[in-house]
């Protein structure tokens, strides 16, 4: 049996120098002043998609805006190819496959392309980083992604943190997810679930039913956090429940408008609950990412 393990550098080639090919085209537009120029246009017929592509699923409504707006625009940014072996003068699809698909839907016959010399394995990471990239990955398929560049490729979290623009924290917290059972990943991907309320089952000692419990309660992050620290979980989430029953829904106009001011200043939701008749309370704070957790404490910090 062999120790070695795969050299963190990953391939020859480097990340860095892959990323540059799949850059979201906002950043290369913004570098270079203009939209990137294709080598030249391929019929598209003559454009095939990767069979090895690790994203399976594209939504069918998502593909008719995006075929909407390149029967208007066009297709700005070129897709990437390489050459077909088997049959001369085709192409392969490294990365804009959605694009390809939504090109068919409007009808286009041709499409801009951008011509690479990648072999499998270089495609199969330009792959992941694509679909990494892309802004409506769940949290389940982005954790996917970095576990995949980490376990084939060898590339550590502080290397897919610098060259991928994610904190290095975000990084892990995901991957971390990949730990819970099947049906609560699912619950994940379904929307049920936020990352937050993930996280917070991964201590438990029945991540699946207290996931249902706070898919049942509309509980919150904070509550399933207790819960699932608590020794007897099934009676801690009746008391959750009953509590978020309890709260008072109204509040005052100065409380509601030092409620926005608050939010408008740190651009972030902020909730006070003032304890009726005393000079306590409590104030909330919800971030979205754990980019924003960040900044939040950088900012309570100085």
Known sequence: MSDKKPKTRGLGRGLSALMADVAPQEERAADAGQPRKSDFLIAIEKIFPNPHQPRRRFENEQLEDLAASIREKGVIQPLIVRRREMAEGTFEIVAGERRWRAAQMA????????????????????????????????????????????????????????????????????????????????????????????RAL????????????????????????????APDQSSATKDASQTKTRQPKDKDADTRALEADLSANLRMKVSIQHDNGQESGLVSIRYTSLDELDELCQKLGS
């Open 107 to 198: 009808q286009l016959h041709e499409l801009p392309v951008l011509v690479r010399d990648f072999n499998d394995t270089e495609v199969l990471e330009i792959a992941i980083i694509e679909n990494i990239q892309r802004a409506d990955l769940n949290p389940v398929e982005e954790a996917v992604g970095y576990k995949q560049l980490m376990e084939k490729f060898g590339h550590t979290q502080e290397k897919l943190s610098a060259v991928l623009g994610k904190s290095r924290s975000h990084i892990a917290n995901l991957v971390r997810l990949l730990q819970l059972p099947e049906e609560v990943q699912t619950y994940l991907r379904d929307g049920q679930l936020s990352a937050g309320h993930a």
């Open 202 to 229: 991964i201590t438990s000692q029945d991540p699946v039913s207290l996931a249902r419990k706070v898919i049942e309660n509309g509980l919150s992050v904070r509550e399933t956090e207790r819960l699932a620290k």
